[in-house]
C-alpha cells in the first residue's frame, strides 16, 4: 500500500520539483554545449545593431518634463528625459513674456541653449522678452514629436516651432518589450538560427504611401491641438542633402539584381558616360521604384553638364528612398501644404536653400551629413522662422524693427565659412562614415559610408589618412554610450568593414592598387568575408585580370549560396561579354 497524508504528498512535490530543475540544468547544460560547439566552429555572433529601445519606445509614456516646486510657490519644470539636453522654466509663465517652444529631432537640438540665436533674434525684431525653450531630441521622427507637443500645450506657450521631416524611418513595433528581449537573444547562435528558420524573409518595410501619410497625419495632429488650445505653430519645412548624400533603401545597399544595372555601373566606373547614363535612364523606366538609379544617373549627368535634369534626378531619388534618414522635397511639400491648410505658418528652408545651390539639390557645401546642414546656415534657418511668425500677424507685427535686415542678410545667405568649422566636419563625417561601414549588413556596402569617404578623399586628404589609416584613430568612439553599435564591435570588425569600403572608395577613383591591397587586406583579416572578395573580384576585371577575377567569384559560389546573389550576377553578366 503507497503511503498517504501530508508528508508523502509534500514529499511527491519536492520530487517535481527536483525533476523539473535537473531537466532544466540538463537543457540549459545541452544549450551552452551546443552553442560552444557553434562559437568554437563559427566565431562570436556578429552585434546586431538594434535601436535603444528605452530611448526610442519606452521612455514616450513617461513626460519630457519634471516638475519641482519651488520656495517662492512657482513651479519648476526640467527637462528629464534621456538624451535631451538641460532645459527648464517656470509655471505660471511671468507676465509680458514670449514663450516658444522648439520641437524636432537632432537639427532642433541646440534650441534653448547657450549657442541659439533665435530668441536674440526675435528679441531684437519685436522689442518683447522672449523664452525659447528646445525640445530637440536626436532621432525623432513625427509621431515621437507629436507626443512633446500633446504635452507642452499644458505650459502656457505663445508659439510652437516645429522642424519634422527627418527619422522617418520606424517601422511597426506593437510590442517593443518583446523586440528588445529578440535583440537580447540574438547574442547566441542557436536562437539566431532558430529565428532564421522560422521567418520568412527579411522585416518588411513600410510602404512609402504609407509612411508620407502617416507624416502628414501626425503634423496635421500637431497642429489642430495646439491651435485647438490657442497656441500659434509654424512648421518648418527641412532641406536635406540631395547631392552628397545617397539613399537608403535596402539597407544602404544598392542593390545589384539587373543586366542593365550591372553593364550602367561598369561603363560609369570606366567613364563612358554616354552609355552609363542610357543603361541607368533604361533601368529607371523599368525599375520606377528604385532611388539609387535615379541618384547615380544624376551623378553622370551632373559629370555630363546637364545640371537642370541632374537636380531633378536628384530630388527624385530623395523623394523615393524608403525609409530614409532625411527629409526629402516630397515631405517638404507635405509640410507647407499642411500649413497652409490647417492655420499654421511655413518656415520654407527646404525652398530657401535649394534656391541657393547649384542645380537646386544642396550637398557638402551646406550640410555636414545627410540632413544637418552646417552650423554657418543657422542664422539662415532662424531668420526663416522669424519670417513665417511674422507672416501669421502675431505680438503686432506691423510695429517690429526690421531695420537690421537690409545691411546682415547678405551676410546671412552667404555666410562666411569658417575653415576651422569645416575641419571638424569632415573629421566628424569621417567618423560617421567608419560607423556607417561598420553597421552596414550583408546586403551590400554602404553607399552612404562610401560617399562620405570619398568627400574626406576629396576635401581633406590628410585627416582622411589620419582617420582611416588605423582602427585605434576611430574604435574608442565605438564604446561611447550613445555610439549605435552600444559598445559592441570589436578592433577586427571595424577594421575589415572600412577597408572593404575604402576599396570600393578607391575603385571608383580609379585608384585600383589601392583598391586591391584594401580588400587584400580585408581578406587576411577575415578570409571568409563576402564582401571584400566581391569587391576584389570587380577590382581585378578593372585591371584587366580577367581570369582571376571570374575565379574570385567562383570561388565565392562555390563557398555557398547564403549570400552569393550578387557574384552570380556579375559571373554571368561577364562571361556573356565579348573577350
Not at 535601436?51 to 526640467?78: H, M, N, T, W
Not at 550602367?264 to 552609363?276: F, T
Not at 544642396?362 to 550640410?367: I, K, L, Q, T
Not at 577594421?495 to 585608384?511: Q, S
Request: charged share 25%; proline share 6%; glycine share 8%.
Amino acid at each position: 500500500m503507497k503511503p498517504s497524508g501530508p508528508r508523502s504528498r509534500r514529499s511527491a512535490r519536492l520530487q517535481g520539483v527536483a525533476v523539473a530543475l535537473a531537466s532544466t540544468c540538463a537543457i540549459a547544460g545541452c544549450f551552452a554545449l551546443a552553442e560552444g560547439a557553434l562559437r568554437w566552429k563559427r566565431g562570436a555572433p556578429p552585434a546586431e545593431f538594434t535601436s535603444r529601445f528605452d530611448y526610442a519606445y519606452f521612455a514616450l509614456g513617461r513626460p519630457f518634463f519634471k516638475a519641482e516646486k519651488l520656495p517662492s510657490g512657482l513651479v519648476l519644470y526640467k527637462s528629464q528625459r534621456m538624451g535631451a539636453l538641460p532645459r527648464s522654466f517656470v509655471m505660471p509663465k511671468p507676465e509680458g513674456l514670449l514663450r516658444i517652444f522648439v520641437v524636432g529631432g537632432s537639427v532642433a537640438i541646440d534650441y534653448g541653449g547657450p549657442n541659439d540665436k533665435l530668441a536674440g533674434l526675435i528679441r531684437r525684431t519685436t522689442g518683447r522678452d522672449v523664452e525659447v525653450i528646445g525640445c530637440g531630441m536626436g532621432a525623432y521622427d513625427s509621431r515621437r514629436e507629436l507626443a512633446i507637443v500633446r504635452e507642452i500645450i499644458a505650459y502656457q506657450p505663445d508659439l510652437i516651432v516645429v522642424f519634422s521631416g527627418n527619422n522617418e524611418y520606424y517601422n511597426d513595433i506593437p510590442y517593443p518589450r518583446l523586440a528588445y528581449l529578440d535583440a537580447r537573444l540574438s547574442r547566441a547562435w542557436l536562437y539566431r538560427d532558430l529565428r532564421s528558420a522560422l521567418q520568412s524573409g527579411p522585416p518588411r518595410q513600410l510602404p512609402l504611401p504609407t509612411r508620407l501619410r502617416r507624416f502628414e497625419d501626425n503634423l496635421r495632429a500637431m497642429v489642430r491641438e495646439a491651435r485647438g488650445n490657442g497656441v500659434a505653430v509654424v512648421l518648418t519645412a527641412l532641406p536635406a542633402n540631395l547631392k552628397d548624400s545617397a539613399p537608403t533603401s535596402d539597407g544602404g545597399a544598392m542593390p545589384m539584381n539587373d543586366r542593365r544595372l550591372l553593364e550602367g555601373w561598369e561603363a560609369w566606373e570606366n567613364g563612358r558616360l554616354q552609355e552609363a547614363s542610357s543603361l541607368l535612364r533604361e533601368y529607371s523606366r523599368l525599375h520606377p521604384g528604385d532611388p539609387y538609379s535615379r541618384f547615380y544617373l544624376a551623378k553622370i549627368l551632373e559629370r555630363q553638364g546637364r545640371t537642370d535634369e541632374a537636380g531633378r534626378q536628384y530630388a527624385a531619388a530623395s523623394d523615393l528612398d524608403n525609409p530614409g534618414e532625411k527629409s526629402s522635397p516630397m515631405r517638404a511639400e507635405i509640410v507647407r501644404r499642411v500649413a497652409k491648410e490647417e492655420g499654421a505658418a511655413a518656415a520654407d528652408f527646404e525652398g530657401t536653400l535649394r534656391g541657393l545651390a547649384a542645380m537646386r539639390a544642396p550637398g557638402f557645401d551646406f550640410f555636414k551629413d545627410a540632413c544637418h546642414w552646417r552650423q554657418e546656415y543657422y542664422p539662415l534657418a532662424n531668420l526663416t522662422v522669424l519670417r513665417a511668425i511674422d507672416g501669421l500677424g502675431l505680438w503686432n507685427s506691423r510695429a517690429w524693427d526690421w531695420s537690421w535686415l537690409d545691411k546682415e542678410e547678405p551676410g546671412i545667405r552667404r555666410p562666411y565659412i569658417d575653415p576651422r568649422l569645416t575641419e571638424d566636419m569632415m573629421r566628424l563625417m569621417l567618423y560617421s562614415a567608419v560607423t556607417k561601414a561598420v553597421v552596414s549588413d550583408d546586403r551590400g556596402l554602404s553607399e552612404e559610408a562610401i560617399l562620405q569617404f570619398q568627400s574626406g578623399l576629396e576635401r581633406a586628404p590628410a585627416l582622411f589618412e589620419e582617420i582611416t589609416g588605423s582602427t585605434a584613430a576611430v574604435a574608442e568612439k565605438f564604446h561611447e554610450p550613445w555610439h549605435p553599435t552600444q559598445g559592441r564591435a570589436d578592433p577586427v570588425q571595424i577594421r575589415c568593414k572600412t577597408l572593404t569600403h575604402l576599396g570600393a572608395v578607391f575603385r571608383r577613383r580609379g585608384l585600383l592598387v589601392r583598391s586591391l591591397t584594401s580588400f587584400d587586406e580585408a581578406l587576411r583579416l577575415n578570409p571568409k568575408d563576402y564582401q571584400p572578395a566581391l569587391g576584389r573580384a570587380l577590382t581585378l576585371r578593372r585591371l584587366g585580370r580577367l581570369k582571376e577575377a571570374e575565379t574570385q567569384l567562383e570561388k565565392l559560389l562555390a563557398a555557398g549560396p547564403a549570400k552569393s546573389g550578387e557574384a552570380r550576377q556579375w559571373l554571368d553578366y561577364w562571361r556573356s561579354r565579348p573577350r
